[in-house]
């Protein structure tokens, strides 16, 4: 046997009071929650730009390997027998740490997107690499604001 919940009536006096606690709990933080984040976001976009501002990307290029922190043989053309490449990057950062980005595309699908930390410096020396396939590429430096600071294009092609 199904016992069946009680009805409650409300007079116009409690609707209001029940509606105004919904209101008070619930619909009030989020408004105010809606006003306050866009406000947030531009002041962290603004400040992602600023930083972004400041870096100078002294040299770009991709290269067979990376050692003691200098590129070595940079070039443009690959084959799949070289099974990596390197982008190496220095960078002029004079104010505070800014994380940068080492976006890699490979047939104009984003293949990794790495994430590094930039320290303040006259010449911040940094590198990423990827295992590489036969295709089109391109690689870019982007900074927290997605401006494009740098870029190289490169082909992979299969040993002959």
Known sequence: MRRSRPTVEYGEKQKNL?????MLRYLLPTAILTLIM???FINTTAQAQEMT?????????LCEDVEDREPVNPKEEFTTADERVYAYARIHNPEEP???YFRWTHDG???ANI???IGVS???RTYTSVQIIAGEWKV?????????LASAEFSVSLPE
């Open 115 to 117: 994430s590094l930390l």
């Open 109 to 111: 699908a984003v293949y």
């Open 98 to 100: 800014v994380n940068l």
């Open 38 to 40: 866009p406000l947030l």
């Open 18 to 22: 029940l509606l105004e606690g919904i």
């Open 122 to 124: 006259e010449a911040w």
């Open 53 to 61: 501002a400041s870096v100078e990307v002294i040299e770009f290029l």
């Open 140 to 148: 870019e430096l982007v900074g927290e604001d997605e401006q494009v």
